[in-house]
């Protein structure tokens, strides 16, 4: 059982590539979220998925896009690169809408130069 | 939505107990407190949720007084793998307000031999 998986877990970015970050849950979670996190901060929500079919912005969604592709798959789509991008993203799942029990994966570092 | 407030970092030493406050002033009716814990390079790990009074786990404890306007996380006999940073979120983690839900900047618990 592997929960939340990403890929990758490392990457750098030239300025204006597109790249995307591959997020899959097998635990029939619902709920999928993207997050980012920079240096000393919390996260915050980029996007987020309350079920198949659907997607919302959250806080920071400028710049990024998003594809649930089914139920156990939730990309993150850079289309061009920015410096301001470079973070750690992570993805979550959560059995509904509320982050109660979410389960996180363990992150992908970006760096865009 | 309500806002959270906790103390930037805490320090203790090995087997001492932990308790970080959050404060929650504008807490609604609706609202549920949940803990987070993040180790350095992964992502953040769900430990505890209440609504008011005590709640315990194996890893553990959330006090919550009666007008939950704070609570307090307790970690009893810390070891240094105890070394994290601690979020407080705080919303009704049951509707689908759950994409406004902030992760803040937490706590960072060292502990130390």
């Known amino acids: 059982n592997a929960g939340v998986t990403q890929t990758p877990k490392f990457q750098v970015l030239k300025t204006g590539q597109s790249m995307t970050l591959q997020c899959a849950q097998d635990?029939?979670?619902?709920?999928m979220y993207w997050y980012r996190q920079d240096p000393g901060m919390g996260l915050r929500l980029i996007y987020y998925?309350?079920?198949?079919?659907?997607?919302d912005k959250g806080e920071v969604p400028n710049g990024y896009n998003v594809s649930r592709l089914n139920k156990r798959e939730f990309s993150l789509r850079l289309e061009s690169a920015a410096p301001s991008q470079t973070s750690v993203y992570f993805c979550?799942?959560?059995?509904?809408?509320?982050?109660?029990?979410?389960?996180f994966g363990q992150g992908t570092r970006l760096t865009v130069v | 939505l309500a806002k959270t407030t906790q103390p930037i970092s805490m320090d203790s030493y090995e087997g001492q107990e932990v308790n970080i406050t959050c404060s929650h002033n504008?807490?609604?009716?609706?609202?549920?407190i949940t803990w987070y814990q993040q180790f350095p390079s992964q992502g953040p790990r769900f430990i505890i949720q209440?609504?008011?009074t005590k709640v315990t786990n194996e890893v553990a404890s959330l006090f919550i007084p009666a007008d939950r306007k704070s609570s307090t996380l307790s970690l009893p006999r810390v070891s240094l793998s105890d070394t994290a940073v601690y979020y407080c979120?705080?919303?009704?983690?049951?509707?689908?307000?759950?994409?406004?839900?902030?992760f803040g900047a937490g706590t960072q618990v060292v502990v130390t031999p």
């Open positions: 979550a799942s959560s059995e509904g809408v509320g982050v109660q029990g979410a389960f």
């Open positions: 635990m029939n979670h619902n709920s």
């Open positions: 998925s309350a079920s198949e079919g659907t997607t």
């Open positions: 504008n807490i609604a009716t609706n609202d549920y």
């Open positions: 209440g609504y008011k």
């Open positions: 979120l705080v919303g009704d983690t049951f509707t689908d307000s759950w994409g406004k839900l902030q």
